[in-house]
Structure formats: structure tokens, C-alpha cells
């Protein structure tokens, strides 16, 4: 993948990659797409959530195993960790802000540090299936009270992953209400994707 810096760019070029080249991340760029998942936006600016980086294999192969076998993830050269931190949401939201805001809050660094890593030119691929204790095990957070939000492996690609389907535009986007479909007009090609 070449390295792209403008952000609709990015999201149209961004694939899930789920094989990796042994090439170590740069840590120049590995502070970047960390500095970058920092700047995403939070609920009360809390930025409740933490993010484990994993270089260790050994570290690797218990996530792999945590994703129920994904074994890629103990290929990638970095992984991330996400952890919502409901408590620190909770102090000033209450109870929404632990069962919503702190989760929205580690899914927005997610994505932000996933497109910062495309941007430099690394695949990742965001995986969200995966046994929450054994994850809390692995980074030695069981009794932390954070929750897993999502596994990112990091690495230069070593695949092209293919375009994958979308839902029609009609179906997704609505005008005021459920009953009518908002009249969506393509603007940027590249960021359609098949069946839109």
C-alpha cells in the first residue's frame, strides 16, 4: 500500500489485512498512529479507554488465541489492544456514560489510530470477535474493570485485499425519520463501494 495523507484517500483505500509482513513498525510511526487514536474526540473530552501496544510474541500468540484462532494477529509486527474504561465515564456520565460513552469513546481512538496506520502505508484489520477474559488475561487487566473493545493488528501488508460489498445507499441513509430513504447523490467514486 502507498502512503496517502488525504483523509478520503485513505478511507477509500483502507482494507482489512489479515496476513502481515515480518517487517517491524517503524517507531517513529507507531508513536504517530498513537498520538493520532489520542486526538480522537470523547465524550467530555474523558478519553476513557487505554490501549495496550503488544510487540511480544509470546503476548501475540495468547491473543491470536483470544481471537478464537485468528492467527494472523500473532503475525502482525504491533498490535493494539483497546480497553473502554467505564469507570472514568461513569464518574461524570453515570450510567450511560459506562455502558455507552466509554465504549464509543475507545471505538473512535480505534479507528482514527487504523486510518493513521493506512495513512503511513500499514494494513490492519479491526477485530472485534474475541473472548473479552482471556484478552483481559493476556494484557494482565482482569481485575482492571476496562473492557475490550477491539484487537488492531499492525503491519505492512503482505496482501491486496479485495473490495467488499456494501448496502445500498437507500437502505442506510433516511430523510427525518425511518419512512423515507434520503436522496443520496454519489459526489466520490473511489469511496463507493460495490452494491452501494
Known sequence: MS??????????????????????VDERDLNLILEAAASAPS?????????????????KRE???ACW???????????????ADPKRSARVYGRRGASL??????????????????????????????NDSAVLRT?????SGLV??????IGRPAESPRTTPRRRAKEIFRKESLRESFPYT??????RRPGM
Not at 485468528?70 to 489492544?81: G, R, T
Not at 475490550?148 to 493488528?153: G, H, I
Request: hydrophobic content about 50%; proline content about 8%; some cysteine.
Open 3 to 24: 502512503e496517502c495523507r488525504d483523509i478520503f484517500d485513505v478511507m477509500a483505500q483502507r482494507r482489512s489485512v489479515r496476513a502481515f509482513k515480518p517487517d517491524p
Open 43 to 59: 465524550a467530555g473530552n474523558l478519553q476513557a479507554y487505554t490501549v495496550v501496544v503488544v510487540r511480544d510474541p509470546g503476548v
Open 63 to 65: 491473543l491470536a488465541r
Open 69 to 83: 484462532g485468528q492467527e494472523f494477529v500473532a503475525e502482525a509486527p504491533v498490535v493494539l489492544i483497546f480497553l
Open 101 to 130: 460513552y466509554a465504549i464509543q469513546d475507545a471505538t473512535i481512538a480505534c479507528t482514527f489510530a487504523m486510518l493513521a496506520a493506512h495513512a503511513l502505508g500499514y494494513g490492519t484489520c479491526w477485530i472485534g470477535a474475541f
Open 139 to 143: 494484557v494482565e487487566a482482569s481485575d
Open 148 to 153: 475490550p473493545v477491539a484487537v488492531l493488528p
Open 186 to 191: 454519489p459526489v466520490m467514486p473511489e469511496l
